[in-house]
């Protein structure tokens, strides 16, 4: 399954709204994970299960969708949230990554 | 929540087999799927291979089929990740992951442990 995520990058300021969409190639229900990673941090899991926000994480984040269509909103950007962010479908095997959003 | 350190990266001649190691800590090891994650230098994600709690199901991605052999020692908390004939395109920071379920066919819900990676380049 293909995970087509765009944009590959975005400028935004602090206090922005944020959006990032992902499709998948065929449905993988709510199959939708989202990751945050910073500059030579290992990826960090935001959301599962396409709206389910990761214990620990903050509400600002927001993921929405199901089937093939999926989007991951950040809400009133934070300084510490610049970074890449990456969907990921969990559903099949092999597991397939968006190319990434860099958000700058 | 749980710790992953993977070791065993360095610089390999082309050609050449390499094994990476995992190992966990502070989690129930043998009620979790692991996967291998891959990030080549400036590029993206890369699920490489993964294995159920029990270490009985093993999958690969096709870039690593019939090259990779992943296990691990659930006595041990450790898993392994083993490449042969290792090309240029090997080239990369290999995770291993924890995922938030014990089987990995089925669909789960992400990898929520990571490690910090161990650096692997391919030289000729």
């Known amino acids: 399954i293909q995970m087509t995520q765009s944009p590959s990058a975005l400028s935004a300021s602090v206090g922005d709204r944020v959006t990032i969409t992902c499709r998948a190639s065929?449905?993988?229900?709510?199959?939708a994970i989202w990751y945050q990673q910073k500059p030579g941090k290992p990826p960090k899991i935001l959301i599962y299960a396409a709206s389910v926000l990761q214990s620990g994480v903050p509400s600002r984040f927001s993921g929405s969708g199901s089937g093939t269509d999926f989007t991951f909103t950040i809400t009133n950007l934070q300084p510490e949230d610049f970074a890449t962010y990456y969907c990921?479908?969990?559903?099949?095997?092999?597991?397939?990554f968006g190319q990434g959003t860099k958000v700058e | 929540e749980g710790q992953l350190l993977e070791s065993g990266g360095g610089v390999v001649q082309m050609g050449e087999s390499l094994r990476l190691s995992c190992a966990s800590s502070g989690f129930t090891f043998s009620r979790s799927a692991i996967s291998w994650v891959r990030q080549a230098p400036g590029k993206g994600l890369e699920w490489v291979s993964g294995t159920s709690g029990s270490g009985t199901s093993k999958y690969y991605a096709d870039s690593v089929k019939g090259r990779c052999t992943i296990t691990r020692d659930n006595s041990k908390s450790m898993v392994y990740l083993e490449i042969h004939d290792v090309r240029h395109e090997d080239t990369a920071l290999y995770f291993c992951a924890k995922d938030k379920s014990y089987d990995i066919v089925a669909g789960t819900y992400g990898m929520d442990v990571w490690g910090q990676g161990t650096t692997v380049t391919v030289s000729s």
């Open positions: 990921q479908q969990s559903l099949t095997l092999p597991r397939t």
């Open positions: 065929e449905s993988i229900s709510n199959y």
